[in-house]
T-cell receptor, first 117, second 112 residues
Framework: GAVVSQHPSRVICKSGTSVKIECRSLDFQATTMFWYRQFPKQSLMLMATSNEGSKATYEQGVEKDKFLINHASLTLSTLTVTSAHPEDSSFYIC?????????????FGQGTRLTVV | KQEVTQIPAALSVPEGENLVLNCSFTDSAIYNLQWFRQDPGKGLTSLLLIQSSQREQTSGRLNASLDKSSGRSTLYIAASQPGDSATYLCAVRNNAGNMLTFGGGTRLMVKP
């Protein structure tokens, strides 16, 4: 299947700093990528849909100024958590579809464990 | 708004048992349904994808069924092994958009 790579896998940052997470589609071009957040022992919740060359679409309750999304190329989307606080500590996962296989199956990155201290 | 529920939330079985994980969804206007496996602290691995026009999909010891009209899907795992221990998530893609709506997952423990 298609490969989605996410980096870093783990990051610890101080409160008030910003953290950037990268999501890359390695063997296909993705015009749309998705960012999810997962709290411990809970399921994934969609945060935003990242669209190449245009603004991201955020889900209700997600602060767009805090979670900055940039999708500057067909293979890369970035999520920047700005002015991070301990409550932002979570597992962040990106997803993309390979339009070359009928745009059906979703593939996920390895996830990023963010800890804000 | 689509809601996805998975039952049971946790399951512990001895090695070798056949088991069924359940997933239900409230809006039957789905495009497809996907089952994933998630190991602790890891990302998601796609197991099976069922299109809305399909009734089931099989891969090795896994079989997923879909009854769209009743809003249900099951994941059948045959001859379970300790390596099957993980959280299993089902996710639904609606006709209206590209996003996936996830269930809460079933945490499976297969004991040797």
């Amino acid at each position: 299947g298609a490969v989605v790579s996410q980096h870093p896998s783990r990051v610890i940052c101080k409160s008030g700093t910003s953290v950037k997470i990268e999501c890359r589609s390695l063997d296909f071009q993705a015009t749309t990528m998705f960012w999810y957040r997962q709290f411990p022992k809970q399921s994934l919740m969609l945060m935003a849909t990242s669209n190449e060359g245009s603004k991201a679409t955020y889900e209700q309750g997600v602060e767009k100024d805090k979670f900055l999304i940039n999708h500057a190329s067909l293979t890369l989307s970035t999520l920047t958590v700005t002015s991070a606080h301990p409550e932002d500590s979570s597992f962040y996962i990106c997803s993309a579809r390979d339009p070359g296989v009928g745009n059906t199956e979703a593939f996920f990155g390895q996830g990023t464990r963010l800890t804000v201290v | 708004k689509q809601e996805v529920t998975q039952i049971p939330a946790a399951l512990s079985v001895p090695e070798g048992e056949n088991l069924v994980l359940n997933c239900s969804f409230t809006d039957s206007a789905i495009y497809n349904l996907q089952w994933f496996r998630q190991d602790p602290g890891k990302g998601l691995t796609s197991l099976l994808l069922i299109q809305s026009s399909q009734r089931e999909q099989t891969s090795g010891r896994l079989n997923a069924s879909l009854d769209k009209s009743s809003g249900r899907s099951t994941l059948y795992i045959a001859a379970s092994q300790p390596g099957d221990s993980a959280t299993y998530l089902c996710a639904v893609r609606n006709n209206a958009g590209n996003m996936l709506t996830f269930g809460g997952g079933t945490r499976l423990m297969v004991k040797p």
